[in-house]
């Protein structure tokens, strides 16, 4: 069997403002539009809204949870996988992902686009806080931002 269905990590601040909730919104509607499974780290902030997007959008959202517990997940979640791994679920979330997509964020954030940046993976940052990160395309809306993962991963894997 081939797969076929694009993994696309969202991520960004569990605290974030309405304008880039909105935008994590954006994202994950527009990814689930697209047929493409979203990952996120599964808690609250920009993860949760990527997730509710995705929801409403009739696609996929997997969370890779810090902690043990199931139920700290954010309620949008269709797989909520808890690691006990604290912090170190940043990798996880980078190397399962085709792509990422930055939004706001912190150093949290930046771990896991540096991440994604050494494994080669495509990152595509909308209102990034760290805009002077070389290798990251910066997108002006969620369409934009969407546009250029998918693009960069079917690139990528030629």
């Known amino acids: 069997m081939v797969w076929t269905q694009r993994c696309v990590a969202v991520v960004g601040s ?13 994202v994950g509607y527009e990814l689930a539009r697209r047929k493409a499974i979203i990952i996120c780290g599964g808690r609250g902030g ?11 959008g009739g696609g996929t959202s997997v969370g890779i949870l810090p902690g043990r517990d199931r139920n700290d997940a954010a309620p949008h979640l269709s797989v909520a996988l808890p690691t006990g791994l604290g912090d170190a679920r940043n990798a996880v979330i980078a190397c ?16 896991e686009v540096a991440l994604a940046l050494k494994k080669e993976k495509p990152v ?24 250029i993962a998918l693009r960069s991963i079917v690139r990528s894997t030629l």
């Open 14 to 26: 569990a605290v974030c403002t309405e304008e880039i909730a909105k935008c994590a919104y954006d």
């Open 46 to 56: 920009v993860m949760a809204a990527a997730a509710h997007g995705a929801r409403d």
């Open 96 to 111: 399962a992902a085709d792509a990422v997509i930055a939004i706001g964020g912190g150093f949290g954030t930046l771990s």
């Open 124 to 147: 595509v940052g909308l209102l990034f806080s760290f805009r002077e990160i070389a290798g990251v395309y910066q997108a002006k809306t969620p369409q934009e931002a969407v546009d």
